[in-house]
């Protein structure tokens, strides 16, 4: 049982490229979430989604896209990278009844 | 403008004490609240929580009290120990809103020192 995995761990760009970052889970939670962090700011959602084939933005979703074929996985798309993207991307999912999310280990992005 | 604000960046404590992390939020939709810990290159995982029917839930050394009138809570951690050096963040979630999305503060660093 793993719960919450990313991947890549760390990734460095160049401004204009484009990268997906994988969120899996094990654990047959319908939520799932995509979150950035940056110093001092917390943790601000990008986008989330209810279930399998659902979609939705959060807080600072422009610049990315998502998509969620498989309940299990949860993918983040940068279609043309920009410095403004270097962060640290976590993923979250959580299931219907409980009100905690659970966090992958994350993904760290440089944008060059 | 930020709903939930932690206000203190960082927090130094002898080991032995009484850590205590604060949290303000301004949204009276607010109804459960959490906290987590975050070690470098980790993900934050979930520590304690307490739902807006209560003013105080405890696990251990952790302890979260919470004031709806005042919209704070506070995380006191007794005794703290050099492995609750992290970052601890609030969150907060508004009942029924879509997705049951949580609204984090920035974050609080503590300092256990030996």
């Known amino acids: 049982n793993a719960g919450v995995t990313q991947t890549p761990k760390f990734r460095v760009l160049k401004t204009g490229q484009s990268m997906t970052l994988l969120c899996a889970q094990d654990m047959n939670h319908e939520y799932m979430y995509w979150y950035r962090q940056d110093p001092g700011m917390g943790l601000r959602l990008i986008h989330y989604?209810?279930?399998?084939?659902?979609?939705a933005k959060g807080e600072v979703p422009d610049g990315y896209n998502v998509s969620r074929l498989k309940k299990q996985n949860f993918l983040l798309g940068l279609e043309s990278a920009a410095p403004s993207q270097t962060s640290v991307y976590f993923c979250?999912?959580?299931?219907?009844?409980?009100?905690?999310?659970?966090f992958g280990p994350g993904t760290r992005l440089l944008v060059l | 403008d930020q709903q939930v604000k932690q206000n203190s960046p960082s927090l130094s404590v002898q080991e032995g004490r009484i850590s205590i992390l604060n949290c303000d939020y301004t949204n009276s939709m607010f109804d459960y609240f959490l906290w987590y810990k975050k070690y470098p290159a980790e993900g934050p995982t979930f520590l304690i929580s307490?739902?807006?029917?209560?003013d105080k839930n405890e696990d251990g050394r952790f302890t979260v009290f919470l004031n709806k009138s005042a919209k704070h809570l506070s995380l006191h951690i007794v005794p703290s120990q050099p492995g609750d050096s992290a970052v601890y963040f609030c969150a907060a979630s508004a009942g029924g809103n879509a997705g049951n999305m949580l609204t984090f503060g920035g974050g609080t660093r503590l300092m256990v020192k030996p």
């Open positions: 979250a999912s959580r299931g219907q009844v409980s009100e905690t999310q659970y």
């Open positions: 307490i739902s807006s029917i209560k």
């Open positions: 989604s209810v279930g399998e084939g659902t979609t």
